[in-house]
Structure formats: C-alpha cells, structure tokens
C-alpha cells in the first residue's frame, strides 16, 4: 500500500517528517525519540491483540513505511543536520510564495494570525498528537493538518527574520515653539537616523546561541552555516560554529573555524580561550597514533580509562 499526502509540506515533494510523528518542527531528539516509542506501541502488531486482521497490517504498514523512517531521519546525526537545512531553505521559500499558499484547515489559518505563534503552534501539534493514530484511516489526513501547521509555522519564522521592522515615526514640531535665529536660506538639520536594525544574519546568531543553550546542536549548526553564507567574514560566526563543533567533538573543524575567529578578530575570547587547548588535544591524539602504530606496540590500546576521550578532557568528562 502506498501512502499519498498532498496538502501542507508535503505539497511541495517534501516528506514532513515532523508531521509523520507529530512533534514540532524544534524539537529535540530526545522528544523524537519519547514520541516515536508512543506510536510504536500503538501500530505495532503484537500490541493490538483485539484489532481485526486488516487494522494490525495497515498499522504495521504505516509504522514500517512512515514512522520508522521518519524516526531515523530525524535522530541520525548527518541526516538530520541535512534536513533541518531543507526545512529552512522551504520557509523562505514559502514566505516568496505566500500569495499562492492554500490552507485547507481551519487550524492552520487561525495559526497564520496568531499573535502568539509560538504557544499556540505547540498547543495545537501537542492536542493533535493525543489522537494522530487513533483512527487508522483517518492517521494520513492528521499528517496533513500537522503539515500545513509546519508549513504556516516556517512561513512565519522565515519571515520574522527577513522583515524589517518599519522605523520609527519622527515626533512632529508643534507649530507654536519658537523659532530660532536660523538665516531663511539654510537647510534644515537632517532628521536623527533612526537605530540600527538587526540583520538576518544576527537573527540567525540569536536563533543558534538559544540552541546551543538548550543542546540543540545540531539545528544551531544550521543556522550558524546559513549564516556564514551571508557573512562568510563574521567572525562571531566562526566562533559560535567552532564551539558546535566542539560540542560535537569534532576538533579539526572547530579548530578550522576558531581559526577563522582568530584571523578576522585576534581579541576574539571564545576563540583565544578554546584554540590552545583544541591543539593540545589534537597533538596528544597525534601523538597517541603514532604510539599505537609503532612496530612494538601494536597490541597495545592506548589507556582510555578515566579520561572520557578527548571531548572528555576538553570538557572536564562530561559529555552533554
């Protein structure tokens, strides 16, 4: 049996995995993870013992078709970072496209107006997820509403950080104020300028330093090389993306980037406080390889114990 969706995402030729297991489209790997066990337990076969024949193999299809893959999508490592950059191409995509978006769902248009989008994007998935597998043959059109809140919701957030906010109005002059000694030829003072407005690309470094607070590490990476591609000379950048990859454990590329930091701004102190101690790291593992790779010792393993491996010894043992 094939399973075939047209509204929301999926209209676009995306599979909304997030809609599938009908978790919000931040969500983290731990709450994928709590959510999918919840549906595996209701599809699977073994555990609908008073379901006819036709309602345990249409469950166990949508389980081995939908939910397990959209499970492994989104808690592999590489996968996930690959699609979570889709996800925010199609938002700013969609927000170029608003006039020919379509919304089939009460719901979905409520969301395009709310004024909390926020709360009440993550009410509405988390009421919807009660119910999602209730009924078999209802399961693809509950995807489809999930979808099209994903599809509003990535409209709206893209367009958060492209839309400049309009500038203040300039107070008026009331007319009965005196008038200075100014000569009649002179030309009026220029206004004030109005503050300076955040570009896109600090919407992104807030947006990624929020996810590295709350681990989300590799959606912060995301936004972080979204980033890079507008300013690839921000060195605030370099040095969010170095500590990601640091927080991954993946040296080389912190050390890259920190470097970056480094040359773009040499007072950078995120980037002068890690780099020594990354090239120490890396020099030991050197180090260690060449110990392990010499004739004498190739039966030996280097002595691990205690240490929690590099990112271990970076991190006081810990790794988050």
Known sequence: MSFK?????????????????????????????????????RLHPDSSFTESAAQKQLGNELLSKLVN???????????????ILILSQIGKRLVQESTSVTLNTDLA??????????????????KLAQT????????????AQVSELNLVYLMRSA??????????????????????????NTPPAPAPAPPKEDSIVEHYVRRAQSLIDKNQFAQAKVELQEALKLEPKNSRCHSLIAMVYLRQNQLKMAKIHFDNALKLDPNDETALQWKPKIDKALGQQHSDH?????????????????????????????KK
């Open 132 to 143: 999602q597998y209730d009924s078999l043959e209802q399961a693809l059109q509950v995807i």
């Open 109 to 126: 248009k409520q969301l395009a107006d709310a004024p909390n989008i926020d709360h009440f994007y993550k009410s509405a998935i988390a």
């Open 5 to 41: 969706i047209d509204r929301g995402l999926f209209k676009y030729d995306f599979i909304d995995h997030h809609a599938i297991l009908c978790v919000p489209v931040d969500a983290d790997v731990k709450e994928i993870r709590k959510r999918y066990l919840q549906i595996a337990r």
């Open 290 to 318: 060449k110990v392990t790779s010499s004739p004498n010792n190739r039966d030996k393993q280097p002595d691990k114990s205690g240490s929690g491996g590099l990112f271990g010894g970076l991190f006081g043992g810990k």
């Open 159 to 184: 367009g958060k950080s492209s839309t400049a906010p309009p500038p203040p109005a300039q107070p008026k002059v009331n007319s009965g104020t005196p008038q200075s000694n100014t000569p009649k």
């Open 69 to 83: 893959p959209a499970y492994e999508k989104l808690t592999g490592d590489r996968t996930r970072t690959e699609y």
